[in-house]
Every structure is written in C-alpha cells, then in structure tokens.
T-cell receptor, first 111, second 113 residues
C-alpha cells in the first residue's frame, strides 16, 4: 500500500520568504501527484497536478516538482504572503482512481 | 464550471436517525469519491464510484451506504451512526481518463449526538 508522508508537519515563516514543502511516497509507480491547500473547516483546493511523465508544474508563485525514482515531490512557494497560511496536502494517485494523502504541512506566514 | 457542491453544510443527528448527504458535479467527471476527515488529519478514502459503479469500498461500516444515481450525483446514506463518526465528510470528483485531477466540494460537517 502506498504511504505518503510530509515534512515538516508545521512551518512558520515571515512574510516574503521563499519556502519548500516536502512530500515522500513509498511506491514509485504513481500515475499523478496532486498538491492541495485546505483552510480550516473547508474543503480542499487543487493547486497543481503533476503527471508521472512530467518533472514539474508551475502556477503563479507555486512550483511543484516530481522525482519518481526517489519517491519525492516538493512544493515551492515564492514570496510568501499571509494569505498562503493553510494546510498543504499532497496526494499520490496509483492506478484505479485511488488517491493516497500525505499527513499535511500546516503553514503560517507571519505579517 | 469546476465546482463540486455538497448539501447540507452542517448536519446534527442522533444515533437513531437516518439522514443523507448529497454531492453534485456538472464537469462531466466519471469518478466520484467520499472521504471522511477528522480534525488535523488527512482525508480518509471511504468509497469510489467509477462510471456509476462502486469500484472501491475501504472497509467502511454498513451504517454508511453510498449511492450513485447518475453520473452527476453521489449520495451517502447514514443510519445508526456513532458519536465517533462525527467528522467533515468530503466529496470529490475526477475525470478518470487523461489529466485525472481531483476536485473537492466544501464538505458537510456532521455531528452525531
């Protein structure tokens, strides 16, 4: 069974800093890797999806990379803002529409 | 339209009640999902429907009964729940083929008394 972990569990940074969130998965035979953000008590918002054949995806200040051979993905956030404060989750999709979620990183950006 | 809607937003029910959660999407997605999420934990997969057929059931107790009446609708019928079933219930959908990106609804906050 796919196991997904995220480090660190919590992160606090001053506004304007660049930061990296990490996601590790045990089974490299993934189909997709998707990054989400979740605000307290809310649903998940899709940020980026990287297909297994891709190495990275970018959207605005966000850049996600994927290294299947090492079982790792990173989410890079440039010039962080207080509005970026949320929990960030990664999810690895194996075949069969089964998504395995990581444990999440709680990000606080201090004004 | 990349929206998944869920009703109700909040639900309080007793252990003897029967209630249903509803989820709807109009993106033409052919896979729909139910997740359960407890506070400060990641979502846990409960059920997956693919082309309106149940394809994954993650050993969920029978007091939770899913239903997919058509390709746009997903229901979760609740009966004889326990207080530990209190959680945020999330619905999601994805295309199945091609870029299989999951989209989530806002969730239903369920409290079982």
């Amino acid at each position: 069974k796919q196991e997904v972990t995220q480090i660190p569990a919590a992160l606090s940074v001053p506004e304007g800093e660049n930061l990296v969130l990490n996601c590790s998965f045990t089974d490299s035979a993934i189909y997709n890797l998707q990054w989400f953000r979740q605000d307290p008590g809310k649903g998940l918002t899709s940020l980026l999806l990287i297909q297994s054949s891709q190495r990275e995806q970018t959207s605005g200040r966000l850049n996600a990379s994927l290294d299947k051979s090492s079982g790792r993905s990173t989410l890079y956030i440039a010039a962080s803002q207080p509005g970026d404060s949320a929990t960030y989750l990664c999810a690895a999709q194996n075949t069969g529409n089964q998504f395995y979620f990581g444990t999440g990183t709680s990000l606080t950006v201090i004004p | 339209d990349t929206e998944v809607t869920q009703t109700p937003k909040h639900l309080v029910m007793g252990m003897t009640n029967k209630k249903s959660l509803k989820c709807e999407q109009h993106m033409g997605h052919r896979a729909m999902y139910w997740y359960k999420q407890k506070a400060k934990k990641p979502p846990e997969l409960m059920f997956v429907y693919s082309y309106e057929k149940l394809s994954i059931n993650e050993s969920v107790p029978s007091r939770f009964s899913p239903e997919c009446p058509n390709s746009s609708l997903l229901n979760l019928h609740l009966h004889a729940l326990q207080p530990e079933d209190s959680a945020l219930y999330l619905c999601a959908s994805s295309p199945v083929r091609g870029l299989n990106e999951q989209f989530f609804g806002p969730g239903t906050r369920l409290t079982v008394l």
